[in-house]
């Protein structure tokens, strides 16, 4: 479900955050479709159940999830849940836009990558990551 990368620089709490937010974007965690409890995934992730809390609590403020006392966590299924996060996301586009643009790539690869599937393929102008 969610894999944790030690040797990643952000926090493992960011990491589940992620994780969890990129499971519900894409429909892998339905709507109304209850989260693992906090203790359950600490146990699976062999990490503190605070941790999980606190990924769960932030889920909850930028509109991802929902609890219910004595149920759980469930995800939403509110579009206009992630207004915010739409916003740190358009902001993140421009900036690295901005920076491929000057590094080379032109209009046509940076359109070319927008007409990609969602799953990821070549990068514009280079390779997958890993080969050479």
């Known amino acids: 479900m969610i894999s944790l990368n030690y040797r990643d620089s952000r ?3 960011e990491q ?3 994780g969890l937010r990129k499971l519900i974007v894409t429909g892998a965690i339905g ?3 209850k989260l693992p409890s906090v ?22 403020g930028e509109g991802y ?8 966590s469930f995800a939403t299924g509110e579009t ?3 207004t915010a996060r739409r916003q740190e996301l358009w902001e993140k586009t421009r900036e690295l836009l901005a920076e491929l643009r000057y590094l080379g790539v032109s209009q046509e690869e940076l359109m070319a990558l927008l007409e990609e599937e ?4 070549t990068p514009a102008g280079g390779r997958k990551e890993g080969t050479r």
């Open 11 to 13: 926090p493992i709490y």
């Open 39 to 60: 203790r359950s995934l600490a146990t699976q992730l062999s990490i503190n159940p605070n941790t999980i809390q606190r990924a769960y609590n932030e889920l909850e």
């Open 16 to 18: 589940i955050k992620d």
């Open 118 to 121: 969602p799953s990821g393929g």
């Open 65 to 72: 999830i929902y609890s219910v006392p004595g149920k759980g």
């Open 80 to 82: 206009g849940a992630g």
């Open 31 to 33: 709507t109304d479709e």
